[in-house]
Structure formats: structure tokens, C-alpha cells
């Protein structure tokens, strides 16, 4: 069973940059898609952006983002440190929440209820 941990999430003014990380242990997180969600004050959780393996392409790594944040996050995978990155840039106060990752075997998915494995989350706020 993959257990995840979160961490790199605090305060930013509007502008600024954070670097999130999750780290996993009991198992090889390249194995798995890693989603990240993120859920604001008396919202629904929603996904943020998501990578694995491409099952299409022979070496190559498929990503996926929400519209809002795409040209300013960036997931990334550090293997040999079992480790998935979401650096996030430009941060509006929009970008305010509880931001978890998540891992599933296989593909990744936009859909959270299709994750097994869910870190703890890291609050992130950003202030204008």
C-alpha cells in the first residue's frame, strides 16, 4: 500500500511561487498515476493537474491540468527520490486551498474518486 506526504504548502502574496511536494513510500511511485486536487473553504474538491506514464508513447510522460492553472503549474517526478512535484507560479488568492495528492495504479485520472491513495493535504494561501 502507497503511503503519500505532502509538503511545500504556506503563505504567498499574489504574484508568488510555491513548490509542492509528495513524497511516497511502499512502492515505486513511476508505477502510479499522481493526481493533485485541491479543495477551498465550502467547495467541492477539484482537480488540479495529474501525470503518469504514457500507455500511448513508448518514453514519454502524459500530463494533464484545469484550465486555471495551466501555464503556471508544472508537475514533475523525481524517481529516484519517489517523489511528484507541483511547482506553482503566478499564485492568485483564487488558488487558496487544501491541496492533496493522490496516486492510482496505472493511468492517471480527472476524477478523484478513482484514487486509492490520498496524502494528508497542505494548505496553501495566497494573499492580494
Given at each position: 500500500?502507497?503511503?503519500?506526504e505532502?509538503?511545500?504548502?504556506?503563505?504567498?502574496q499574489?504574484?508568488?511561487?510555491?513548490?509542492?511536494?509528495?513524497?511516497?513510500s511502499?512502492?515505486?511511485?513511476?508505477?502510479y498515476g499522481?493526481?493533485?486536487?485541491?479543495q477551498a473553504?465550502?467547495?467541492?474538491?477539484e482537480?488540479v493537474?495529474a501525470?503518469?506514464?504514457?500507455?500511448?508513447s513508448?518514453?514519454?510522460?502524459?500530463a494533464?491540468?484545469?484550465?486555471s492553472v495551466?501555464?503556471?503549474?508544472?508537475?514533475s517526478?523525481?524517481?529516484?527520490?519517489?517523489?511528484?512535484?507541483?511547482?506553482?507560479?503566478?499564485?492568485?488568492?483564487e488558488?487558496?486551498?487544501?491541496?492533496?495528492?493522490?496516486?492510482?495504479?496505472?493511468?492517471?485520472?480527472?476524477?478523484?474518486?478513482?484514487y486509492?491513495y490520498?496524502?494528508q493535504?497542505?494548505?496553501?494561501?495566497?494573499?492580494?
Amino acid at each position: 500500500q502507497v503511503h503519500l506526504e505532502e509538503s511545500g504548502g504556506g503563505w504567498v502574496q499574489a504574484g508568488g511561487s510555491l513548490r509542492l511536494s509528495c513524497v511516497a513510500s511502499g512502492g515505486a511511485l513511476r508505477a502510479y498515476g499522481v493526481g493533485w486536487f485541491r479543495q477551498a473553504p465550502g467547495k467541492d474538491r477539484e482537480f488540479v493537474a495529474a501525470d503518469s506514464w504514457s500507455a500511448y508513447s513508448i518514453g514519454s510522460w502524459s500530463a494533464s491540468y484545469t484550465d486555471s492553472v495551466k501555464g503556471r503549474f508544472t508537475i514533475s517526478r523525481d524517481n529516484a527520490k519517489n517523489t511528484v512535484t507541483l511547482q506553482m507560479n503566478s499564485l492568485k488568492p483564487e488558488d487558496t486551498a487544501v491541496y492533496y495528492c493522490a496516486a492510482k495504479t496505472s493511468s492517471y485520472s480527472l476524477r478523484d474518486w478513482e484514487y486509492p491513495y490520498w496524502g494528508q493535504g497542505t494548505q496553501v494561501t495566497v494573499s492580494s
